[in-house]
Every structure is written in structure tokens, then in C-alpha cells.
């Protein structure tokens, strides 16, 4: 239940969104009608629609994609026809009576001023406005759809997307029937119902203009991405504690890195639960596999991660010195890899992954999720303590809180018997991608390039679903991105097919990662890194020289740019001498 009210509470917050505004004509063009035959079958339709197709988009495949297109064409043509019939009666007929007619229904039952509305016009009104609502991907929804990619198609998925489009329409709901009594006001005092109606019918095409041009993922999105982010993650903090089971997602340090210190930790650390087994790993690195029985009588620190994750990366270096330091003192460190890109699950890259980061303590393999479950976890990555006794007694979502979770270490160690006397925090010496983030400094957020997830696409061309095709692009705005060259994108990556492409992005952050694989032949792809037009010198990051040259020879984030002077807005781009590479997400630090 709780998850449900999370995501209720995620899609009440659009109204506050100005990826909203483009849909608000639709819905406002309902005022003053009898809510139960008008608003609420078209609110009702516009939830259903949008909870079916989001699902079907984040499990469903490319088919999918091209189907939900076809849909948006004929929901704008739709939009289009009852916007004219609002602007004005007498001009829309001068398109073919049938249309006309059909237009006006849209409006209310028989085509005629006045008439009473149906709730089977309105419910077509509404799925029609389903099929082009994109919502701005916010905390919640990231996690709601990144969940639904990851578990699968079930009744969990479409539920707590139901959840999300419910919270919006309810949201819609109020502003509409506070919107319908002011217009019902201006109609007793002015008398322009008339002026109203064409008013709202311009408005109507006006959303459906910004639609096509797809301004509603575009410059709305990018707005939208700093009115709203900061209330949906303070709706996921309030109830971090409650959040067991919910989607997974990358977890940053915003809130936590802040709260790190000095100096000695107490907690008196409450029994949580039991601990869940660690049976269905496919494999283990580094050990014979373990489980829960075995390991009776030893602290344990399962940390679940994958290898590709910016935010796991940078605490790798914590867990890392933890296992060393704590090891003879009766502490069991086990990293849970689980995957979050279908690269991921191949254990070789994983393997490879251990050795670069001089990873000692074993490793689970848990491709199948089981582990993951077994935890009800959410979030990469997560941290949980068990006591000697095989209680669950401390857990940390994300990145930071180190110091606490040290401390909890030591408590749960003198607790096991252990005679250890409280010593200062670790403080490893992180480099490259390791190093804690700049925080104060970064307004660029994770941004996909497979098409499920993708966001900010400025090229020239639509973007297109599993098919080749040459993109080309200028300057992107900020927080954009674009490609360049011939590319054919996927639901998780964009892959290059021929030399002599590029990707570039305008962003703002002491770092710039991209996770970059080489494709199916594993062949090394060259590739050369500018900054504002410019090699980066001073500003490249650990996978590139000063001259911005760098390879991709496995597939990997790779750390493009580290600002050395002040912290600015900049141009991106990368350019790719070789084809086949495989181009996944930029993330930030």
C-alpha cells in the first residue's frame, strides 16, 4: 500500500510540472459539464490509457513504440478535430460534414450547443489524451518504469502506474472543478460563453501543436526537470524507511553526502528483520558460494551494486576498505551484483569489472534477481548490516552516510564479542570515477540513450526505434543531448554504424561519464573528446588524455571530463573514429 501511495502522490505533483501545460486545453475544455458524464470518464480514460501503455513501452519491446506512435497520430488528428469544433462551429465546416459532425459529438451528445455530454465521448476524449500525456520523468516515475523494465509485465508494474496516472487525474480533477467555477462565473457576469468556448478551442490546439513538435519532451521536460525533482525526492526521503519492494534506481548522494562527519558513532540499532537467504546467485567471484547459515556468528555487510553505476562506483572505495580493515575483526563483506543493463548480466564483464576495482570480497551473481528480492530492495546502491545472529539490524540507500554506516559496523562487532576499541573513519584515496561528486555544482542529472528511457533528444530527426538512421544536430540546450552520424537506437543503447559518428551534450557538472561498450565483435573503438569545440587539456577526464583521444575496449562508464577550474556550463562531444560502439548513459559527478 505504501508503494501505491508513493506513486499517487508522484502523479499528483505533474500539476506542478510543466510537462502538464500541453495537455490542460484537453481537460479544461470540460469546464462547467456534469462531472460524473464528463470529467470523470475522460480523467478515467486518461489514467487507464496511460497506465497500459507505459507499460507495454517498458516491457513490451519496439513493437510496442511504433504501435503507441500510430496511437499518438490519430489522438492528435482527434484533438485537432475537437479543437476546431470548439474554436468555431462555422469554420470547421468547411471540412467534410462527417469529421464535423464527428468533432462535435466529441463536444457533447448530439452535435448541437447545448446538449449534455456523454461519458462515452468524454472516455474517448480521455484516452485520446492518455495516449499523448508524457509525463516528465521524475524520481518516482524513473523508479515506477525503471522497476517495470527490470520485473517484467505483472499486476504489481501496471498498478503502481495506474497509481501514478490516478494521482495525476485527481490533481487535474480539483483544477478543473475550480477552473469550471470561475469560467461559470465569467459566463453569469460577462456573457461570453461563446468567447470562452473559442478561447478554450484555441487553447486545444495550441497542446496539440506543442505535442507534434514535441515541446511536451523537449523544453517543457527540461523545465520541468528543476520545478518538480526536488518535491518528488522529498516524498521518497519522508518515506525511505517504508519503501521495501519499490522499483529499483540509481540512488545519488544529494541528501546523505551532506550528512557525513567526524568523530565517533553510537546508535542503538533496532532488529529490522531476519535475514533473507543468499541462495540463486548464478555464480560467485572471489568465493565458494554462502549462505546465511554459514556465516552465524559474523557481522556481514551485503552491498548491492552493479558495476556500471556511477553511484555504486564511488562507494566502492568505502566498501573496499571496510572489507580490509574490519576482516580479522570478524566482518564479512558481500557485494550482490545485480544488473541493471542486459551487459551486465555477462559474467566475464562482471569478472572484469572485480579486478578493475581490486574487489576482494566475494561477489554474488544475481542475474535473476532472487537475491535482489529475497531483500525486497530498491535501490542501487543499498547497504545492509546483519549481526551475529543473523538479524538485519542497519541499512543505507544511496551513496554518503559513511560514517554512520562505519560506526554500525563497529556497534554490531563489539556486540559479536569483538574487542576493538572505536577508531577514526576510513578515508580512501578515491581517483577518477571513485571520487565523491562535486555536489554543490551539479545540474545535470542520468540520462539514457536506449529509446525506453531516453529524455532530451535534440537532433534535427526524430528519434527512431530500432532502425538505422542518420542524425545530425547544432548546439543542444542544456541538460540535451544528439547524435550524430548513422545510428540505429535500441531500447537500452544507441549503436553506431558507421565511422565517424558522434554524440554531443551541453551539460553542467565537474564530471561527465559515459558508459560506452564496444560492440558485438569486441573490437577497440578510437574516439576523441572536445570541450566547447576545444581538446579538453586540463579539463579531460581519467579515460582520456589531454588531447581528448581515449578507446573503448569494454563495455564500461568512462569518465570523459573533470573540470579542473570553475564549474561551468559546457559543450560535450565525442566523436567516434571507428563504428560498432554502444552508447548507454551519461551520468554526472
Known amino acids: 500500500m505504501t508503494l501505491l501511495i508513493i506513486a499517487y502522490l508522484g502523479g499528483a505533483l505533474t500539476i506542478l510540472s510543466p510537462c502538464i501545460l500541453p495537455i490542460l486545453p484537453f481537460v479544461f475544455a470540460r469546464a462547467g459539464q456534469p462531472f460524473v458524464r464528463s470529467t470523470l470518464p475522460m480523467l478515467v480514460g486518461m489514467a487507464a490509457t496511460f497506465a497500459l501503455v507505459a507499460t507495454l513501452a517498458a516491457v513490451g519491446g519496439s513493437w510496442a513504440i511504433h504501435a503507441n506512435e500510430y496511437g499518438r497520430l490519430a489522438a492528435i488528428a482527434l484533438l485537432a478535430v475537437f479543437g476546431i469544433g470548439l474554436l468555431s462551429p462555422r469554420a470547421a465546416s468547411t471540412i467534410a460534414q462527417p469529421v464535423v459532425d464527428f468533432g462535435n459529438r466529441l463536444l457533447n451528445a448530439s452535435g448541437r450547443p447545448g446538449s449534455a455530454p456523454t461519458a462515452a465521448t468524454s472516455l474517448l476524449l480521455g484516452v485520446a489524451t492518455g495516449l499523448l500525456w508524457a509525463p516528465c520523468a521524475g524520481p518516482i516515475?524513473?523508479?515506477?518504469?525503471?522497476?517495470?523494465?527490470?520485473?517484467?509485465?505483472?499486476?504489481?508494474?501496471?498498478?503502481?502506474?495506474?497509481?501514478?496516472?490516478?494521482?495525476?487525474?485527481?490533481?487535474?480533477?480539483?483544477?478543473?472543478?475550480?477552473?469550471?467555477?470561475?469560467?461559470a462565473g465569467m459566463k453569469r457576469s460577462l456573457g461570453i460563453s461563446e468567447r470562452i468556448r473559442q478561447i478554450l478551442g484555441a487553447a486545444v490546439l495550441a497542446g496539440v501543436?506543442?505535442?507534434a513538435l514535441g515541446l511536451d519532451t523537449g523544453f517543457l521536460a527540461r523545465l520541468s526537470y528543476a520545478s518538480t525533482a526536488s518535491f518528488e525526492q522529498a516524498v521518497l526521503d519522508r518515506l525511505n524507511a517504508s519503501q521495501h519492494g519499490m522499483a529499483p534506481s540509481e540512488v545519488a548522494s544529494n541528501n546523505a553526502m551532506m550528512t557525513d562527519a567526524t568523530g565517533p558513532f553510537h546508535a542503538d540499532l533496532p532488529v529490522e528483520s531476519q535475514?533473507?537467504?543468499?541462495?540463486?546467485?548464478?555464480?560467485?567471484?572471489?568465493?565458494?558460494?554462502?549462505?546465511?547459515?554459514?556465516?552465524?556468528?559474523?557481522?556481514?555487510?551485503?552491498?548491492?551494486?552493479?558495476?556500471?553505476?556511477?553511484?555504486?562506483?564511488?562507494?566502492?572505495?568505502?566498501?573496499?576498505?571496510?572489507?580490509?580493515?574490519?576482516?580479522?575483526?570478524?566482518?564479512?563483506?558481500?557485494?550482490?551484483?545485480?544488473?541493471?543493463?542486459?551487459?551486465?548480466?555477462?559474467?566475464?564483464?562482471v569478472r572484469q569489472a572485480v579486478s578493475d576495482f581490486k574487489i576482494g570480497y566475494p561477489v554474488a551473481i544475481d542475474n535473476d534477481y532472487k537475491i535482489w528480492r529475497a531483500f525486497q530492495n530498491s535501490y542501487w546502491p543499498a547497504h545492509y548490516l546483519i549481526d551475529a545472529k543473523g538479524q538485519v539490524r542497519y541499512h543505507h540507500f544511496g551513496e554518503g552516510n559513511y560514517r554512520q554506516t562505519e560506526g554500525a559496523i563497529q556497534d554490531l562487532l563489539r556486540e559479536a564479542g569483538t574487542d576493538m576499541a572505536a577508531t577514526a573513519p576510513v578515508q580512501p584515496d578515491a581517483k577518477g570515477a571513485e571520487a565523491s561528486p562535486d555536489l554543490n555544482n551539479i545540474r545535470s542529472g542520468e540520462t539514457y540513450l536506449g529509446y525506453k528511457r531516453a529524455a532530451g533528444f535534440a537532433s534535427r530527426e526524430s528519434l527512431r526505434a530500432d532502425?538505422?538512421?542518420?542524425?545530425?544536430?547544432?548546439?543542444?540546450?542544456?541538460?540535451?543531448?544528439?547524435?550524430?552520424?548513422?545510428?540505429?537506437?535500441?531500447?537500452?543503447?544507441?549503436?553506431?554504424?558507421?565511422?565517424?559518428?558522434?554524440?554531443?551534450?551541453?551539460?553542467?557538472?565537474?564530471?561527465?561519464?559515459?558508459?560506452?561498450?564496444?560492440?558485438?565483435?569486441?573490437?577497440?573503438?578510437?574516439?576523441?573528446?572536445?570541450?566547447?569545440?576545444?581538446?579538453?587539456?586540463?579539463?579531460?577526464?581519467?579515460?582520456?588524455?589531454?588531447?581528448?583521444?581515449?578507446?573503448?575496449?569494454?563495455?564500461?562508464?568512462?569518465?570523459?571530463?573533470?573540470?579542473?577550474?570553475?564549474?561551468?556550463?559546457?559543450n560535450f562531444e565525442i566523436r567516434f573514429l571507428d563504428p560498432g560502439v554502444e552508447a548507454y548513459a551519461f551520468t554526472f559527478g
Open 467 to 570: 532502425a538505422a538512421m542518420e542524425y545530425s544536430v547544432e548546439q543542444p540546450g542544456l541538460n540535451e543531448w544528439g547524435l550524430s552520424g548513422t545510428w540505429t537506437v535500441g531500447p537500452e543503447q544507441a549503436t553506431l554504424d558507421q565511422a565517424d559518428g558522434g554524440i554531443a551534450y551541453r551539460f553542467s557538472a565537474r564530471d561527465l561519464h559515459l558508459v560506452l561498450g564496444p560492440g558485438a565483435d569486441g573490437k577497440p573503438v578510437r574516439f576523441r573528446v572536445t570541450v566547447d569545440g576545444k581538446a579538453p587539456g586540463a579539463d579531460h577526464g581519467a579515460d582520456t588524455d589531454a588531447g581528448g583521444n581515449g578507446a573503448v575496449t569494454s563495455t564500461r562508464l568512462y569518465q570523459l571530463v573533470r573540470q579542473s577550474g570553475n564549474v561551468e556550463a559546457r
Open 275 to 349: 535475514a533473507p537467504s543468499l541462495n540463486g546467485a548464478v555464480e560467485w567471484l572471489n568465493s565458494s558460494p554462502l549462505s546465511t547459515e554459514q556465516l552465524r556468528g559474523k557481522v556481514v555487510l551485503i552491498d548491492f551494486w552493479t558495476y556500471s553505476c556511477i553511484n555504486c562506483i564511488r562507494t566502492v572505495p568505502y566498501v573496499r576498505a571496510w572489507a580490509e580493515k574490519y576482516n580479522d575483526q570478524g566482518l564479512v563483506v558481500i557485494g550482490v551484483h545485480a544488473p541493471e543493463f542486459a551487459f551486465e548480466k555477462k559474467i566475464d564483464n
Open 141 to 183: 516515475l524513473g523508479l515506477v518504469l525503471t522497476g517495470a523494465a527490470l520485473q517484467g509485465a505483472n499486476l504489481a508494474t501496471s498498478f503502481l502506474l495506474l497509481a501514478y496516472a490516478t494521482g495525476a487525474a485527481s490533481s487535474l480533477a480539483v483544477a478543473l472543478i475550480v477552473g469550471g467555477k470561475i469560467f
Open 209 to 211: 501543436a506543442a505535442i
